[in-house]
């Protein structure tokens, strides 16, 4: 049974680090502890959390968006395997083939090769999602052919929520407030930001160099985006959602998602190559940890961070939602509650030479770095400058560790002669020379660069490469021409007044 005094006491302990956050632990039938803490800002007009505040809750949204998909393929209006082009005959896509391949369930599952990205403040008109499937995706860069491997993204989801748009007939907050939310009786979730300012609503804040707490007085918002990463909604009605899914699909006796939905979502899609070993289904992804295997996700919206974790074989799930960035811990106290003696640590051995050999190279990924594999008397990796010794877990599965024999890159072998999995996400092998640059051409990059009312810092403090995202100091890697790895934020390119983060997020110098 769980200690929620402990889990309680630690909850109020992390307002220390956001001004608030709601959080409710459930079984498919009951809640457990649902409970708010702190307050919505820290201005005048805040008010305290309860478990009906409304969030922006990142890409938790994603989960939805899958829960809405599969009930269009129950009703017969989708299907998961038939390329996407047979609902949109006019889909454009840059790689060529792929408009005639990739399928909703390449799609949900992150294997259609879309990049990531998807911008915080965009197009508020209620035809912006079909104006970016017009004019964006057909220019998106893939990052690997389809079907090839898991690339986590928010294109494909919003292309996914597209589809769902031309086969119903309805704009996608329509579709999902009539075939989601109101069946499970979500009756302050929703995607407009003028409905949601008319109940308590959690801002966004920063935090001060003194560790105070400010207000970011914007709200992201772009309607193209609303099927990956931008839902408001809140504890309460988190809770009815992640109850449906624990009780087999059902809420209130009503069958939400058939059995045969459920399986689809849960039928493990791809490998993620990570350690501890993680794999993705429908939007959901699946973890080992402490001897448990749970599925969940992730979402962080500008400041706001929320987590949905359900737990099958104990019937317990987990929702937190935050206005700044907090939540994981509570995960990792029920995890550590419910601990097995099983060992999470996975056996080491010496890598197979041949493979090694045949994989030797650099290889560049937007969110891992660079990573250089090398095969002589003492193969080695180097990741972000980092040396490395390989060791092996499987055939396909190798892992770059320290003096100390702690993993620190993990590298999925998806036998493919241009990629690689670096820690979760997709390595492309380049073959131009690694050119390196003098410090007074680094210089030209230090300053501020601003999308919107996010502004981040590059700069030079002693010997040390900074990037300052208002919050944390992050010291950054050189690793060629006019790029840097900072830890958090994946690659960093400056382009002329340009940055670009995991080339996906633009910001402008000022």
């Given at each position: 049974m769980l200690n929620f005094e402990k889990i309680n006491s630690l909850a109020a302990s992390l307002l220390k680090k956001a001004p608030g956050f709601a959080l409710s632990i459930f079984t498919d039938s009951e809640v457990l502890l649902q409970q708010g803490y702190g307050v919505t800002n820290t201005e005048e007009q805040g008010v305290d959390i309860t478990p009906a505040t409304l969030f922006r809750i990142g890409s938790v949204s994603k989960t939805l968006t899958a829960t809405l998909i599969m009930k269009l393929v129950q009703q017969g209006l989708l299907d998961l395997d038939c390329p996407i082009k047979e609902y949109i005959p006019e889909l454009r896509l840059s790689f060529s083939g792929a408009a005639n391949?990739?399928?909703?369930?390449?799609?949900?599952?992150?294997?259609?090769?879309?990049?990531?990205?998807?911008?915080?403040?965009?197009?508020?008109?209620?035809?912006?999602?079909?104006?970016?499937?017009?004019?964006?995706?057909?220019?998106?860069?893939?990052?690997?052919?389809?079907?090839?491997?898991?690339?986590?993204?928010?294109?494909?989801?919003?292309?996914?929520?597209?589809?769902?748009?031309?086969?119903?007939?309805?704009?996608?907050?329509?579709?999902?407030?009539?075939?989601?939310?109101?069946?499970?009786?979500?009756?302050?979730?929703?995607?407009?930001p003028l409905k949601a300012m008319t109940y308590p609503l959690a801002l966004q804040h920063e935090k001060s160099e003194d560790g105070s707490f400010k207000v970011d007085h914007s709200f992201p918002e772009n309607v193209a985006c609303h099927g990956s990463f931008f839902c408001i909604t809140n504890a309460e009605d988190m809770t009815k959602f992640g109850q449906m899914y624990l009780a087999n699909g059902k809420f209130n006796r009503e069958e939400i998602l058939t059995e045969q939905s459920l399986q689809e979502i849960f039928c493990i899609q791809a490998n993620r190559y990570t350690v501890p070993e993680s794999s993705i289904g429908m939007c959901w992804i699946k973890d080992y940890d402490?001897?448990?295997?749970?599925?969940?996700?992730?979402?962080?919206?500008?400041?706001?961070?929320?987590?949905?974790?359900?737990?099958?074989?104990?019937?317990?799930?987990?929702?937190?939602?935050?206005?700044?960035?907090?939540?994981?811990?509570?995960?990792?106290?029920?995890?550590?509650?419910?601990?097995?003696?099983?060992?999470?640590?996975?056996?080491?051995?010496?890598?197979?030479?041949?493979?090694?050999?045949?994989?030797?190279?650099?290889?560049?990924?937007?969110?891992?770095?660079?990573?250089?594999?090398?095969?002589?008397?003492?193969?080695?990796?180097?990741?972000?400058?980092?040396?490395?010794?390989?060791?092996?877990?499987?055939?396909?599965?190798?892992?770059?560790?320290?003096?100390?024999?702690?993993?620190?890159?993990?590298?999925?072998?998806?036998?493919?002669?241009?990629?690689?999995m670096v820690n979760g996400s997709p390595s492309k092998k380049i073959t131009e020379p690694l050119t390196m640059y003098n410090i007074d051409t680094i210089s030209t990059y230090f300053g501020d660069y601003q999308q919107g009312e996010m502004v981040y810092t590059f700069y030079l403090d002693g010997h040390t490469l900074l990037f300052f995202d208002g919050d944390d100091k992050l010291p950054c890697t050189y690793l060629f021409e006019n790029k840097f790895f900072c830890p958090g934020y994946g690659l960093l390119e400056f382009d002329e007044d340009n940055l670009k983060i995991q080339n996906a997020w633009q910001f402008v110098k000022l």
């Open positions: 391949i990739v399928t909703l369930r390449m799609l949900l599952s992150h294997t259609a090769g879309l990049p990531d990205g998807g911008d915080l403040f965009g197009n508020r008109e209620n035809d912006a999602l079909e104006k970016y499937v017009r004019e964006e995706i057909p220019h998106l860069p893939f990052v690997a052919p389809p079907n090839l491997m898991y690339s986590y993204g928010n294109h494909s989801i919003n292309l996914a929520a597209y589809v769902a748009e031309r086969a119903a007939g309805k704009r996608f907050a329509r579709l999902m407030n009539d075939e989601i939310f109101t069946p499970l009786e979500m009756n302050r979730s929703m995607y407009d402490e001897g448990n295997y749970y599925w969940w996700h992730s979402g962080g919206i500008g400041t706001y961070r929320s987590f949905i974790v359900i737990f099958p074989e104990q019937n317990i799930g987990i929702f937190t939602v935050a206005n700044n960035n907090v939540g994981w811990e509570i995960v990792e106290e029920v995890l550590e509650q419910l601990g097995s003696s099983i060992p999470d640590k996975q056996p080491l051995s010496k890598p197979n030479l041949q493979i090694i050999e045949e994989a030797c190279g650099n290889y560049l990924s937007s969110k891992s770095g660079l990573l250089t594999i090398k095969h002589n008397l003492n193969p080695c990796i180097i990741h972000n400058g980092k040396n490395l010794s390989i060791r092996s877990l499987k055939n396909d599965h190798i892992v770059g560790i320290d003096e100390d024999e702690d993993v620190i890159v993990s590298i999925g072998l998806i036998n493919h002669h241009d990629y690689l």
